[in-house]
């Protein structure tokens, strides 16, 4: 009789595993996706930050705003739109490979793979994005003939 546990308790000791290893999941993907986001966040900031000149040249030539903010984020995103490939070639053959095979003992999930795949992309581009307008925007701002002078 001493030995005797609730339910409510059995359940709770079982599910505790689980619920350490989803905590641990989820921190390591926060901190990579926080150690990514700043990766490519300054980046292209530095990029932008680097090419004031020539928006400014590109100002004085007559562009609109939405034709600096056009070509500079089409730049960004025919970068990743080139590399997406090489990386779903690479991720493909992890997988067939069988090295992902301790995740659940499944070999190769075209669903999940293209899933990610499409997760991956648009957070990638949302980070290019922004790591290009912010700093492009206070480009922008400034009149041509001062950045061109600081050149």
């Known amino acids: 009789i001493s030995d005797i546990r609730s339910f409510k308790d059995i359940r709770r000791s079982f599910q505790q595993y689980q619920y350490n290893e989803m905590r641990n999941n989820f921190t390591g993907m926060a901190f990579l996706l926080i150690n990514i986001f700043l990766g490519l966040f300054g980046t292209f900031w530095f990029r932008t930050q680097q090419r ?14 939405q ?8 730049e960004g995103w025919l970068l990743l739109l080139i590399i ?5 070639a690479i991720d493909f053959n992890i997988a067939h490979a069988e090295l992902n095979a301790l995740r659940n003992g499944t070999c190769l999930e075209w ?6 795949a499409l997760i991956s992309f648009v957070l990638i581009g949302a980070m290019i994005a922004i790591g290009i307008l912010i700093p492009a925007n206070k480009a922008i701002n400034t009149k041509p003939v001062e950045a061109l002078h600081d050149e």
């Open 52 to 65: 004031k000149s020539e928006i400014a040249l590109h100002k004085a030539h007559g562009a609109t705003n």
């Open 84 to 88: 997406t490939p090489i990386a779903l």
């Open 111 to 116: 669903d999940r793979l293209l899933l990610c």
């Open 67 to 74: 034709m600096v903010f056009t070509r500079l984020l089409s």
